[in-house]
């Protein structure tokens, strides 16, 4: 059985494994990611190096006689952004300065004389709870990451789908408002300017108003924390006053909520899957977002496609990406 890496490369830090076997993997290892492209090569040439130590990986126990490690074969490096099919990262990469629009697999493939795939980190987490995690037993599936943006991921009939030139699953920037907020990518009113982090944020410092003390209702403790400092605002706060019942948080969160019914709808009518998997950091806050996306899809989606489909968090976390990465590159260097 051939070892290959999965590494994951993060704005601020770079997560790896190592796979032995088809299912096994070597905890998930971090360190800080280096700020110039130089660096990160470096960094991943010290990965691909641990990677030959007997210690790392699964089955690799000196008592079972395979004291001698198997260089990995291949490697899979996931990355934020456009992920085309040349391996180019489109557009501005923020995890890899100067290294937008260059072919990056090319460029790892010769610094460190091994097979790299490259791969969007999202797509990547899917994969690994398609193949390891919650969505393993489920065919089809679609993936929703929310974090600072959102991210997508399709896994449909058994396989990873990318599209045409690997451009599938962009639910981020999927218009929900027509002429509405304007979003990273040059264009208006999309997802994850709702229903992302700094989205969050943004329509609760809107909101925080009309929250404000009246005749009727005291003052919103949220909305009273806005108004005492709204640079400061963090997501986590926002998702802690929706636990406790707080009227301005629950408006946030059914705002986005709604937005994202009216994206995901669409999806789910068009693509019918049996699962939709919500992973990424607003949702290791609580599932409250899903729950409000989930109230609000019937008016979005036809009948019969909504009673097929569960709704599960990524159990898999932080770790995914670099096993998604593991298990890609296997199926890669098997095909
Ligand atoms: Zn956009």
């Known amino acids: 059985m051939s070892t290959v890496l999965g590494i994951d490369l993060g704005g601020s830090a770079i997560k790896w494994t190592v796979s032995r076997a088809d299912a096994e993997f070597a905890p998930v290892e971090t360190r800080p990611t280096p700020s110039s492209p130089e660096e990160i090569v470096e960094a991943i040439r010290g ?8 210690h790392a990986g699964a089955g690799t126990d000196p008592a079972d006689g395979d004291s001698a490690a198997e260089a990995p074969r291949a490697l899979c490096l996931g990355t934020p952004g456009l992920v085309d099919d040349q391996g180019h990262i489109r557009g501005a990469a923020a995890n890899l300065p100067g290294w937008g629009n260059r072919p990056v697999g090319e460029i790892l493939s010769e610094a460190l004389d091994i097979p790299v795939t490259v791969q969007n980190d999202t797509t990547l987490a899917l994969f690994a709870e398609y193949r390891a995690g919650s969505a393993r037993d489920a065919r089809n599936v679609v993936g929703v990451f929310i974090g600072t943006g959102i991210g997508g991921g399709l896994c449909l009939d058994g396989e990873v789908y990318l599209g045409h030139r690997n451009l599938a699953g962009e639910i981020g920037h999927v218009t ?99 699962l939709i998997v919500f992973g990424g950091g607003v949702m290791e806050g609580g599932p409250a977002l899903m729950e409000a996306t989930r109230l609000r899809l019937p008016p979005y989606v036809l009948a019969d496609a909504l009673s097929g489909v569960s709704f599960t968090t990524a159990p898999l976390g932080p770790g995914a990406g670099a096993i998604g990465a593991a298990l890609y590159a296997r199926e890669a260097w098997e095909r």
């Open 47 to 54: 990965i691909v190096d641990a990677a030959r130590e007997p």
């Open 176 to 274: 929900v408002v027509p002429n509405g907020a304007p979003c990273g990518c040059g264009r208006r009113g999309c997802l994850e300017r709702y229903a992302a982090a700094v989205g969050l944020r943004r329509v609760c410092r809107e909101l925080a108003p009309a929250y404000s003390a009246s005749e009727r209702r005291p003052e919103s403790p949220l909305a009273a924390r806005v108004k005492a400092d709204p640079g400061t605002l963090t997501t986590g706060e926002i998702l802690e006053a929706e636990d406790e019942g707080d009227p301005l948080a629950s408006a946030v969160i059914g705002q986005a909520g709604e937005m994202m019914a009216r994206a995901l709808g669409s999806v789910i009518n068009t693509l019918a899957p049996e």
